[in-house]
C-alpha cells in the first residue's frame, strides 16, 4: 500500500449504530487530519493529530470522537449520528516543519457516510 | 474567519480549450495550493505555492501567486477529458497552526469531446 488508505470507503448506518472509520497512511508523515466533505460546501477540517497528539478541534459534535494510536494509523469513531453527518469523509496527513512552516497535505481516497 | 472565494463555481469547456479559474480572500496567506478531485477520490496535490509573484508549472497547469497574497490563479491549456473534476484551491494563513487549511468551494470542470 501506497499513499493514504481509508476503509471502509462507503458505509452506510443507523443513527443508533456505533462504528469507525480507519485511516493509514505510508509516507511517513507526522501529522494526520480528518475532514468532512458535504455539497456545495468547502473542505471542513474536523480534528488535527500532530506528533499523535490532537492539536485543533473545530468545534465538532461528541457525537465524532477521533484516535491516533501512533503516527501512521486514525481513526474517526461514530456513535448516535444524525442524518445531516451524511457526507464524504476525507483523511490526510502531512510533514511538520521543526523550524516552522507547511508541507503540503496528502489525502485518503475517503469514506463515503450515509446515516438513515 | 478566513474564507476563500473560488471561482467560477462551474465550467463547461470544448476539448482543447484552456481554462482558467481563481481565489480570492480578504485575509493574507503565505501558501496557495491547488488541488485535484476526481468522483469518489480524495483530492490530489496539483500545485504549490510559496512565495508571492510566484508562477509555477505542471505539465499543461500554471498557477500563481498574487502579489498582494490575497489571490491566485489556476490556468490550463488545451484541455484533454481527463481534465474532469472539481479543482480546489486552498491556503494557509499566517500564524495558522499546521491544520489551518482553508479551502475554497471548488469549481467543477466539464470537457467536452
Known amino acids: 500500500e501506497t499513499g493514504v488508505t481509508q476503509t471502509p470507503r462507503h458505509l452506510v448506518m443507523g443513527m443508533t449504530n456505533k462504528k469507525s472509520l480507519k485511516c493509514e497512511q505510508h509516507l511517513g508523515h507526522n501529522a494526520m487530519y480528518w475532514y468532512k466533505q458535504s455539497a456545495k460546501k468547502p473542505l471542513e477540517l474536523m480534528f488535527v493529530?500532530?506528533?499523535?497528539?490532537?492539536?485543533e478541534n473545530n468545534s465538532v459534535p461528541s457525537r465524532f470522537s477521533p484516535e491516533c494510536p501512533n503516527s501512521s494509523h486514525l481513526f474517526l469513531h461514530l456513535h448516535t449520528l444524525q442524518p445531516e453527518d451524511s457526507a464524504l469523509y476525507l483523511c490526510?496527513?502531512?510533514?511538520?516543519?521543526?523550524?516552522?512552516?507547511?508541507?503540503?497535505?496528502?489525502f485518503g481516497p475517503g469514506t463515503r457516510l450515509t446515516v438513515l | 474567519g478566513q474564507q476563500l472565494n473560488q471561482s467560477p463555481q462551474s465550467m463547461f469547456i470544448q476539448e482543447g480549450e484552456d481554462v482558467s479559474m481563481n481565489c480570492t480572500s480578504s485575509?493574507?496567506?503565505?501558501?496557495w495550493l491547488w488541488y485535484k478531485q476526481d468522483p469518489g477520490e480524495g483530492p490530489v496535490l496539483l500545485i504549490a505555492?510559496?512565495?508571492?509573484?510566484e508562477l509555477t508549472s505542471n505539465g499543461r497547469l500554471t498557477a500563481q501567486f498574487g502579489i498582494t497574497r490575497k489571490d491566485s490563479f489556476l490556468n490550463i491549456s488545451a484541455s484533454i477529458p481527463s481534465d474532469v473534476g472539481i479543482y480546489f484551491c486552498a491556503g494557509v494563513g499566517y500564524g495558522g497552526s499546521q491544520g489551518n487549511l482553508i479551502f475554497g468551494k471548488g469549481t467543477k470542470l466539464s470537457v467536452k469531446p
Open positions: 485575509s493574507i496567506f503565505n501558501t
Open positions: 490526510a496527513s502531512s510533514q511538520l516543519l521543526l523550524a516552522g512552516g507547511y508541507n503540503e497535505q496528502f
Open positions: 505555492l510559496y512565495k508571492a509573484g
Open positions: 493529530y500532530s506528533l499523535e497528539e490532537r492539536v
